[in-house]
């Protein structure tokens, strides 16, 4: 059972499009963070949020942007969608204790612009 | 410059023999290991991890082995089951209060079981 969301799974939209992609947890982590997965190719970091009104880029450069307004809603938007956009797009979530070291990721969205 | 490497895309197994995943690191920083699993379509779901003040530890079929002097660690997984055919993605964590919590990930292995 998911205590990460995100929403939509696959996404096909027209380049120059604006899309917001959605990523809820109800585990009251404080860490959120977003990756970018190609086939195989590793998982790269572009935004992360360590509580309320912290954001920060990752190591990966992305010309999206992130909010973090309410700890449990971490959203991540493309103000103009182009092909190479196209990848998927990971949610995670983590806690500050010492055995909380492990993600916990959402399933994902699937985003191809056309 | 990739801290953390899986140098085998793909491996590929008979069910009931053993799965053994590999993956190399070059920060001497990283205090912490994490094995991940991913099925298509999915997010990847934690399996197991270690700390670099141990160099085994086991759980059921899983068993991540950490060789500090050669920065690698292996994943082995026995008997290996169709059900286990994954991407295996291997995480590091560096130390310190400067890192917070993030991850660092290898580029996975993809693991098929044959029945």
């Known amino acids: 059972e998911a205590d990460i969301y995100q929403t939509p799974r696959y996404l096909v939209i027209g380049t120059g499009k604006k899309i917001t992609l959605e990523c809820s947890q109800t585990m009251g982590h404080d860490k959120m963070y977003w990756y970018q997965q190609d086939p195989g190719m590793e998982l790269h970091l572009i935004h992360y949020s360590y509580g309320v009104n912290s954001t920060e880029k990752g190591d990966l450069s992305s010309e999206s942007t992130v909010s973090r307004i309410r700890t449990e809603h971490f959203p991540l938007t493309l103000e103009s969608a182009r092909p190479s956009h196209t990848s998927q797009y990971l949610c995670?979530?983590?806690?500050?204790?010492?055995?909380?070291?492990?993600?916990?990721f959402g399933s994902g969205t699937r985003l191809t612009v056309v | 410059d990739q801290q953390v490497k899986q140098n085998s895309p793909s491996l590929s197994v008979q069910e009931g023999r053993i799965s053994i995943l590999n993956c190399d690191y070059t920060?001497?920083?990283?205090?912490?290991f994490l094995w991940y699993k991913k099925y298509p379509a999915e997010g990847p779901t934690f399996l197991i991890s270690i700390s670099s003040i141990k160099d085994k530890n086991e759980d059921g079929r899983f068993t991540v082995f950490l060789n500090k002097s050669a920065k690698h660690l292996s994943l082995h997984i026995v008997p290996s089951q169709p059900g286990d055919s994954a991407v295996y993605f291997c995480?590091?964590?560096?130390?310190?209060?400067?890192?917070?919590?993030?991850?660092?990930f290898g580029e996975g292995t993809q693991l098929t079981v044959n029945p």
């Open positions: 995670a979530s983590s806690g500050w204790t010492r055995v909380d070291y492990g993600y916990t």
């Open positions: 920060n001497s920083m990283f205090d912490y």
């Open positions: 995480a590091a964590k560096e130390g310190g209060v400067t890192s917070g919590s993030r991850l660092t």
